[in-house]
Structures are given as C-alpha cells and as structure tokens.
C-alpha cells in the first residue's frame, strides 16, 4: 500500500516570494511521483513528474521539485510566485509494479498568492 | 494539444436512478481511470481499463459501478444505482503507456437529491 502526505492545507504567500509546498509518501515498492495542479472549475493538469533519472525536475512555469529517497519526500518549489500561481496543487504516487496505474493523491495544498 | 474530455459538466440525479458519465480520452491514449473527489476530501482511485477490461478496481468500485468502452472513442462510467453518498466529482483520466502520466478532463460533477 502506498499513502501521501501534504502536510500543509493552506499556504497563503505574497507575491515575488519563495513558496515550498511540501509532500512525503509511503510506499513498499518504488514509486513514480507527480505534481498536479487545479484551477478554479477545472481539472487536474500535470505540473511534473519523477519517474527516473535526475532527482530534480522542472515544470515550464518555474516550479521545481526534488525526489529525496531517504527522506521518502517530493517537495514543491518556487522561487518567486505570481497571482496566477493561485490553485490547489496534489501531490501524487503511482507504483511501479502491475498492470495500471493507479494514482494515489495526497490531500491538496491550496496556494493563495497575495497582492 | 489532445484533451480528455468529459460530459455533462454537472448533472443532478435523483437517489436511487441510474447515472452514466462520459468521456473521450486522447485518441492514442491505452489506458483508462476513474477517479472521484468528495467535496472537501481526496481524490480517489476507483477502476482502470486495459485491453478492452478492468485491471485494477478499489473498494469503492462495487457492484452498482461498471464501467464500458462502447466504441473506439468513448469510456463511460455508470452508477446503477444512485445514493446520496455518490455525490461527488468525478474525474476521467488516460495515459499512453504505461510508464507515461495520466491527463485529466476537468470532471463531472454529480448531485445525487
């Protein structure tokens, strides 16, 4: 079984300052981990993803997030946040092992950036 | 850039009818999922489709859920029966490969009166 934790349900930050959204999992087997992210009335999109390789990867709007094996974490970085960062972000964990998939999310952090 | 999409946007149900949501995942997309999120809590994994079957179901998926992939374009979901406790979002999601993340529509959401 495998479970995700974001410890933060709320972040409320200003604008052009530094945001972490944090996320830890737990899992038997290695994993794959996500960052996700909805707006308002919309559905989830992919913010990005580890599945190998370099343990730091970048999305295309300035977050990053690093995989930390020993710290069983996968935390969400931006150095500097513009208002239309606000959204909720989900933190997720899918196993390498089976025939799908399966996606297991953590609770959600939702990001409010402040003027 | 190719989206999953869904229908309806919302639709209200009374208990204890049948409901069926729709979805078109990304043309070349192999696989197939159903999540739902209750108001104020996860989403959740609730069945992925291979091959024309199911591949993994949670404890959620129970007898009043089924799910069909009638043609080459549409994934559907149906609740047999409706409860209250069925109210929810539900999201349609689909990967090429397997290894490869799954793209989300923007859901359904379900009022069950």
């Known amino acids: 079984a495998q479970s995700v934790t974001q410890l933060d349900s709320q972040v409320p930050v200003f604008e052009e300052a530094p945001v972490e959204l944090r996320c830890n999992y737990s899992?038997?087997?290695?994993?794959?981990l996500f960052w996700y992210v909805q707006y308002p009335n919309q559905g989830l999109q992919l913010l990005l993803k580890?599945?190998?390789?370099?343990?730091l990867v970048e999305s295309i709007n300035g977050f990053e997030a690093e995989f930390n094996k020993s710290q069983t974490s996968f935390h969400l970085r931006k150095p500097s946040v513009h208002i239309s960062d606000t959204a909720e972000y989900f933190c997720a964990v899918t196993h390498l092992r089976g025939s799908a998939r399966q996606l297991t999310f953590g609770s959600g952090t939702q990001l409010t950036v402040l003027p | 850039e190719p989206e999953v999409t869904q229908t309806p946007s919302h639709q209200v149900t009374q208990m204890g009818q049948e409901v069926i949501l729709r979805c078109v995942p990304i043309s070349n997309h192999l696989y197939f999922y159903w999540y739902r999120q209750i108001l104020g809590q996860k989403v959740e994994f609730l069945v992925s489709?291979?091959?024309?079957?199911?591949?993994?179901k949670s404890e959620i998926f129970d007898d009043q859920f089924s799910v069909e992939r009638p043609d080459g374009s549409n994934f559907t979901l149906k609740i047999r029966s409706t409860k209250l406790e069925d109210s929810a979002m539900y999201f349609c999601a689909s990967s090429g490969q397997i290894e490869q993340p799954q793209h989300f529509g923007d859901g359904t959401r379900l009022s069950i009166l």
């Open positions: 580890y599945l190998s390789g370099s343990t």
């Open positions: 899992s038997s087997v290695s994993v794959y």
């Open positions: 489709f291979y091959n024309n079957e199911i591949s993994e």
